[in-house]
């Protein structure tokens, strides 16, 4: 009979490898990814389809960065063969419903949070993406359909499909949710400016971010739910950030 020790170091040594596990597939994403886009963009500038520095190129690479993101997902879910872990529910009224809901919930946690924080006087770094769209605000438009479509749903698919697919097995579906989402939160360190302190409560506000997706996931038990609600939410605040940029607000 397995002693509780035991059952409890068996239990250490599988979550540190779903842990592991967890944290190859995003690695293997952002590999492919950065094996694509510099040798592509490269290949486009190079042959005169698009001009270095342009709108159309900043485009074109966030489109390339994803569709390594969907090779990476799927190379690293067919050599580990677990493709099971996926929830791929049929998507119902209820879920639409959800998802409607929850991209409420993220934007009121978003603007709620940025109050609180100028409230407190904390600043939280700005993404790149942000930055972009206020130098030239018509990328603010070019960025929604890419979300809807790209950013969205492909995210979704690695951090809530495959991460939190990956640690539900030896976590448990609530500590999964929130280890999934605070790796959501820390990949967004590298792609906001600012000191450590600002680029801090910019993954914090993430990860919160992620648990609400983790959440709204399992309550559905369809990728499409959080990859529809993060695309919506996104274009959403492209949307505001466009209008402001214009001065239609």
Do not use: C
């Not at 990814?33 to 290949?43: C, D, L, N």
């Not at 960025?143 to 539900?168: K, N």
Request: no cysteine; hydrophobic share 55%; net charge positive.
């Amino acid at each position: 009979m397995e002693s509780i020790t035991e059952g409890g170091r068996r239990g250490a040594v599988d979550r540190l490898a779903s842990l592991g596990q967890a944290v190859l597939a995003v690695f293997a994403a952002f590999l492919v990814a950065s094996a694509v886009v510099p040798p592509v963009s490269a290949w486009l500038v190079g042959s005169g389809v698009l001009a270095q520095g342009s709108l159309a190129l900043d485009v074109v690479r966030t489109v390339l960065q994803f569709v390594g993101f969907v090779v990476a997902i799927l190379g690293f879910l067919a050599i580990t063969d677990t493709w099971h872990l996926l929830h791929t529910r049929r998507v119902t009224g209820r879920t639409l419903v959800l998802a409607g809901g929850a991209v409420v919930a993220l934007l009121v946690a978003q603007f709620g949070a940025g109050f609180l924080l100028q409230a407190l006087g904390v600043s939280f770094g700005e993404n790149q993406v942000i930055t972009r769209g206020r130098e030239a605000p018509v990328y603010f438009l070019y960025m929604i359909p890419v979300s809807l479509l790209l950013v969205g749903p492909i995210e979704e698919l690695l951090f809530r499909g495959v991460v939190q697919g990956v640690l539900r097995r030896s976590f448990g579906v609530r500590a999964g949710i929130v280890v999934a989402s605070a790796l959501f939160g820390l990949v967004h360190w590298v792609a906001v400016s600012g000191g450590p302190a600002e680029k801090f409560a910019y993954v914090a506000i993430a990860a919160a971010l992620g648990i609400v997706l983790g959440v709204l996931y399992e309550r559905t038990e369809t990728i499409v739910a959080p990859g529809l609600a993060h695309g919506v939410y996104n274009s959403v605040l492209f949307a505001i950030q466009y209008a402001g940029a214009t001065g239609a607000v």
